[in-house]
């Protein structure tokens, strides 16, 4: 399964994509009960396999284009889930994703302030501490990987360095060493997607890949 996170950037800000899989290894252990071996398929965990970031000014038109070319492009079979940060300008641009139709289901998200996530039946409302802390707790464990081979992987690595996740009394995140507000546009495509990852139904098929995919 591929998850695949768009934050849409501002005036100041890139638009970002980021394609997250989780891989699957398939395991034979041996039933004593019935005296025979069986298959079973156990999720590995995350892997970045994509890192993109688009020029500023470009029109919502064309990012919608590019992305819908990523969501078909051939190295991305099977299904796929495409999270999309809607908060400010966001949701008019899922509307025209939907209307491009990208053979995806696509999740809107309005990233808010304090804490915790939920559903209104239409929209993800999920705080932007939890959504990094997620994305920070992976790492700490080790359950997410980074693709060889990516232009952006540099870039990706310094916003995380970046990132501050401090959980305070109104549920701000402050970002950057000194609090200044770096860029975290990848750091935030990615949480999206992994976010999304964290979503995974049972039974969702998987191509594992070894490298960088587009």
């Known amino acids: 399964?591929?998850?695949?996170?768009?934050?849409?950037?501002?005036?100041?800000?890139?638009?970002?994509i980021a394609i997250v899989e989780r891989p699957e290894r398939v395991v034979r252990p041996f039933d004593w009960i019935s005296w025979r071996e069986r298959s079973r398929r156990d999720a590995e965990g995350l892997v970045v396999r994509h890192l993109e970031r688009i020029r500023l000014g470009t029109p919502y038109t064309?990012?919608?284009?590019?992305?819908?070319?990523?969501?078909?492009?051939?190295?991305?079979?099977?299904?796929?889930?495409?999270?999309v940060d809607a908060t400010g300008v966001g949701m008019p641009v899922v509307d025209?994703?939907?209307?491009?139709r990208p053979e995806c289901s696509v999740m809107p998200m309005l990233i808010t302030g304090g804490a915790g996530e939920r559903y209104d039946g239409r929209v993800?409302?999920?705080?932007?501490?939890?959504?990094?802390?997620?994305?920070?707790?992976?790492l700490e464990k080790?359950?997410?990987?980074?693709?060889?081979?990516?232009r952006e992987t540099a870039t990706l690595v310094r916003e995380l360095t970046d990132v501050r996740v401090r959980y305070r009394?109104?549920?701000?995140?402050?970002?950057?060493?000194?609090?200044?507000?770096?860029?975290d546009d990848l750091v935030i495509a990615v949480a999206l997607a992994c976010w999304a990852g964290g979503k995974a139904t049972v039974g969702e098929k998987v191509v594992a890949l070894k490298d960088t995919l587009l």
């Open 96 to 100: 025209m994703l939907r209307a491009a």
């Open 62 to 83: 064309d990012v919608v284009r590019r992305v819908v070319e990523v969501l078909r492009h051939p190295k991305l079979p099977g299904p796929r889930r495409l999270v």
């Open 169 to 183: 009394g109104s549920g701000r995140v402050r970002l950057g060493a000194d609090g200044a507000g770096e860029h």
């Open 142 to 150: 080790g359950e997410l990987g980074i693709a060889r081979g990516m």
């Open 124 to 138: 993800w409302h999920v705080a932007k501490v939890d959504l990094l802390a997620g994305l920070q707790s992976l």
């Open 1 to 16: 399964m591929f998850y695949v996170g768009l934050d849409l950037g501002q005036r100041q800000d890139h638009s970002a």
